[in-house]
Protein backbone atom coordinates (compact mmCIF):
# COMPACT_ATOMS: atom_id res chain seq x y z
CA UNK A 1 0.00 0.00 0.00
CA UNK A 2 1.01 3.52 -0.82
CA UNK A 3 0.30 6.32 1.51
CA UNK A 4 0.15 9.93 0.00
CA UNK A 5 2.72 12.76 0.92
CA UNK A 6 0.43 14.15 3.98
CA UNK A 7 -0.03 10.44 5.04
CA UNK A 8 -0.78 11.57 8.90
CA UNK A 9 -4.44 11.66 10.06
CA UNK A 10 -6.14 13.28 13.06
CA UNK A 11 -8.80 11.42 14.92
CA UNK A 12 -11.02 14.43 17.14
CA UNK A 13 -13.63 13.02 19.76
CA UNK A 14 -14.33 14.57 23.28
CA UNK A 15 -14.20 10.63 24.57
CA UNK A 16 -10.25 10.87 24.84
CA UNK A 17 -10.13 6.75 24.92
CA UNK A 18 -12.65 6.59 21.91
CA UNK A 19 -10.15 8.85 19.91
CA UNK A 20 -6.99 6.95 21.37
CA UNK A 21 -8.46 3.81 20.03
CA UNK A 22 -8.84 4.86 16.77
CA UNK A 23 -5.74 6.34 16.56
CA UNK A 24 -4.37 3.25 17.35
CA UNK A 25 -5.83 1.23 14.91
CA UNK A 26 -4.72 3.55 12.02
CA UNK A 27 -1.38 3.54 13.58
CA UNK A 28 -1.74 -0.66 13.30
CA UNK A 29 -2.89 -0.02 9.64
CA UNK A 30 0.56 1.43 8.59
CA UNK A 31 -0.92 4.95 9.19
CA UNK A 32 1.00 8.47 11.00
CA UNK A 33 -1.77 8.92 12.97
CA UNK A 34 -2.78 11.86 16.63
CA UNK A 35 -5.56 11.81 18.40
CA UNK A 36 -7.25 15.37 19.88
CA UNK A 37 -10.35 15.83 22.03
CA UNK A 38 -10.76 19.54 21.47
CA UNK A 39 -11.35 21.24 18.16
CA UNK A 40 -9.45 23.89 19.32
CA UNK A 41 -6.13 22.23 20.25
CA UNK A 42 -6.59 20.32 16.32
CA UNK A 43 -6.64 23.90 14.95
CA UNK A 44 -3.93 25.00 17.21
CA UNK A 45 -1.48 22.47 15.45
CA UNK A 46 -2.15 23.06 12.20
CA UNK A 47 0.53 25.96 11.55
CA UNK A 48 2.95 23.04 12.43
CA UNK A 49 1.24 19.93 11.73
CA UNK A 50 -0.20 19.46 8.33
CA UNK A 51 -2.88 16.85 8.06
CA UNK A 52 -4.12 14.82 5.30
CA UNK A 53 -7.15 13.48 6.79
CA UNK A 54 -9.39 13.77 9.44
CA UNK A 55 -11.99 11.83 11.22
CA UNK A 56 -13.87 14.32 13.15
CA UNK A 57 -17.45 13.62 15.86
CA UNK A 58 -19.93 15.29 15.09
CA UNK A 59 -21.23 15.80 18.72
CA UNK A 60 -18.96 17.51 21.00
CA UNK A 61 -19.21 19.56 24.21
CA UNK A 62 -18.80 23.83 23.32
CA UNK A 63 -18.56 23.03 19.18
CA UNK A 64 -20.38 20.68 16.73
CA UNK A 65 -18.22 18.28 14.16
CA UNK A 66 -19.97 21.07 11.76
CA UNK A 67 -18.63 23.97 13.12
CA UNK A 68 -15.31 22.70 13.59
CA UNK A 69 -15.47 21.52 9.49
CA UNK A 70 -16.06 24.87 8.44
CA UNK A 71 -13.16 26.39 10.96
CA UNK A 72 -10.94 23.29 9.44
CA UNK A 73 -12.13 24.37 5.84
CA UNK A 74 -10.71 28.40 5.95
CA UNK A 75 -7.34 27.16 7.45
CA UNK A 76 -6.47 23.94 4.50
CA UNK A 77 -9.35 23.41 1.78
CA UNK A 78 -7.28 20.26 1.19
CA UNK A 79 -7.84 18.55 4.12
CA UNK A 80 -10.12 15.42 3.49
CA UNK A 81 -12.75 15.00 6.21
CA UNK A 82 -14.19 11.78 7.49
CA UNK A 83 -17.63 12.27 10.15
CA UNK A 84 -18.42 10.08 12.58
CA UNK A 85 -21.39 9.83 15.24
CA UNK A 86 -23.01 7.56 17.64
CA UNK A 87 -26.68 9.69 16.73
CA UNK A 88 -26.78 9.11 13.08
CA UNK A 89 -29.57 11.17 11.18
CA UNK A 90 -30.41 11.20 7.07
CA UNK A 91 -29.96 15.09 7.88
CA UNK A 92 -26.39 14.94 9.13
CA UNK A 93 -25.41 12.54 6.92
CA UNK A 94 -26.65 14.73 4.07
CA UNK A 95 -25.16 17.69 5.90
CA UNK A 96 -22.29 15.89 6.33
CA UNK A 97 -21.56 15.07 2.46
CA UNK A 98 -23.13 17.91 0.89
CA UNK A 99 -22.82 20.73 2.99
CA UNK A 100 -18.92 19.80 4.75
CA UNK A 101 -17.34 18.13 2.07
CA UNK A 102 -16.97 15.10 3.78
CA UNK A 103 -16.37 12.08 2.12
CA UNK A 104 -17.78 9.83 4.16
CA UNK A 105 -20.66 9.50 7.23
CA UNK A 106 -19.52 6.48 9.54
CA UNK A 107 -21.59 5.37 12.56
CA UNK A 108 -20.15 4.24 16.14
CA UNK A 109 -19.28 1.32 16.55
CA UNK A 110 -17.06 2.13 14.02
CA UNK A 111 -16.54 -0.77 10.91
CA UNK A 112 -12.78 -1.19 11.08
CA UNK A 113 -12.71 -1.95 7.43
CA UNK A 114 -14.67 0.83 6.16
CA UNK A 115 -12.96 3.14 8.22
CA UNK A 116 -9.62 2.20 7.05
CA UNK A 117 -11.26 2.44 2.88
CA UNK A 118 -12.54 5.98 4.49
CA UNK A 119 -9.21 7.43 5.41
CA UNK A 120 -7.38 5.90 2.35
CA UNK A 121 -9.41 7.46 -0.14
CA UNK A 122 -9.42 11.05 1.85
CA UNK A 123 -5.93 10.93 2.13
CA UNK A 124 -5.80 9.99 -2.08
CA UNK A 125 -8.57 13.49 -2.01
CA UNK A 126 -6.39 15.40 -0.38
CA UNK A 127 -3.02 14.65 -2.70
CA UNK A 128 -4.88 15.46 -5.44
CA UNK A 129 -6.26 18.74 -4.08
CA UNK A 130 -3.12 19.90 -2.79
CA UNK A 131 -1.68 18.75 -6.51
CA UNK A 132 -4.11 21.15 -7.75
CA UNK A 133 -4.07 23.94 -5.52
CA UNK A 134 -0.60 23.95 -6.18
CA UNK A 135 -1.42 24.34 -10.21
CA UNK A 136 -4.21 26.57 -9.59
CA UNK A 137 -2.87 28.95 -6.89
CA UNK A 138 -2.18 31.69 -9.14
CA UNK A 139 -5.33 32.20 -10.75
CA UNK A 140 -7.51 35.05 -9.73
CA UNK A 141 -10.87 34.57 -8.90
CA UNK A 142 -12.80 34.67 -12.56
CA UNK A 143 -9.75 32.10 -14.04
CA UNK A 144 -10.71 29.87 -11.53
CA UNK A 145 -14.57 30.23 -11.99
CA UNK A 146 -14.02 29.61 -15.89
CA UNK A 147 -11.56 26.50 -14.86
CA UNK A 148 -14.49 24.97 -13.08
CA UNK A 149 -16.82 25.15 -16.20
CA UNK A 150 -14.33 24.39 -18.64
CA UNK A 151 -13.26 20.99 -16.35
CA UNK A 152 -17.27 20.31 -16.13
CA UNK A 153 -17.35 19.96 -20.07
CA UNK A 154 -18.80 23.66 -20.47
CA UNK A 155 -17.55 25.47 -23.61
CA UNK A 156 -16.37 29.28 -23.97
CA UNK A 157 -19.82 30.42 -25.13
CA UNK A 158 -21.83 28.48 -22.31
CA UNK A 159 -19.26 29.50 -19.72
CA UNK A 160 -19.88 33.06 -21.44
CA UNK A 161 -23.70 33.14 -20.62
CA UNK A 162 -23.79 31.68 -17.05
CA UNK A 163 -20.85 33.99 -16.10
CA UNK A 164 -22.42 37.30 -18.21
CA UNK A 165 -19.38 37.94 -19.51
CA UNK A 166 -18.28 37.95 -23.45
CA UNK A 167 -17.02 34.71 -24.98
CA UNK A 168 -13.99 36.77 -26.30
CA UNK A 169 -13.48 37.39 -22.63
CA UNK A 170 -13.84 33.86 -21.46
CA UNK A 171 -11.15 33.21 -24.46
CA UNK A 172 -8.86 35.67 -22.88
CA UNK A 173 -9.46 33.55 -19.19
CA UNK A 174 -9.03 30.34 -20.80
CA UNK A 175 -5.22 31.06 -22.46
CA UNK A 176 -4.36 32.49 -19.01
CA UNK A 177 -5.35 29.28 -17.26
CA UNK A 178 -3.61 27.28 -20.09
CA UNK A 179 -0.22 29.36 -19.45
CA UNK A 180 -0.23 29.09 -15.83
CA UNK A 181 -0.85 25.65 -15.81
CA UNK A 182 1.65 24.64 -18.25
CA UNK A 183 -1.31 22.02 -20.04
CA UNK A 184 -0.83 21.78 -23.77
CA UNK A 185 -5.03 21.29 -24.30
CA UNK A 186 -8.20 20.69 -22.08
CA UNK A 187 -8.24 17.02 -21.71
CA UNK A 188 -4.87 17.69 -19.84
CA UNK A 189 -6.90 20.78 -17.70
CA UNK A 190 -9.48 18.10 -16.95
CA UNK A 191 -6.78 15.42 -16.23
CA UNK A 192 -5.01 18.05 -13.85
CA UNK A 193 -8.32 18.61 -12.42
CA UNK A 194 -8.90 14.83 -11.31
CA UNK A 195 -5.19 15.24 -9.99
CA UNK A 196 -4.24 12.74 -12.82
CA UNK A 197 -1.53 15.20 -14.20
Same mark, same amino acid.
Given at each position: ????????????????????????????????????????????????????????????? !? @???? #?? $???? /?? %?????? =? &????????????????????????????????????????????????? !? @???? #?? $???? /?? %?????? =? &???????????????????????????????????????????????
Amino acid at each position: MTIPPLSCVAVLDDDADFAAAVARLLVRQGFEARFFTRPEDLLGQMPVQRFGCVVSDIQMG !Q @IDGF #TF $AERL /RT %RDPCVA =L &VFMTAWPTTAHAVDAVRCHGGLDYLEKPLDEERLIAAVREGLAWSARQC !Q @IEQA #TG $AFTR /RE %REVFDW =L &VNGHSNKEIAERMGISARTVEDHRAAIMAKTRVNGLAQLVALSRGKA
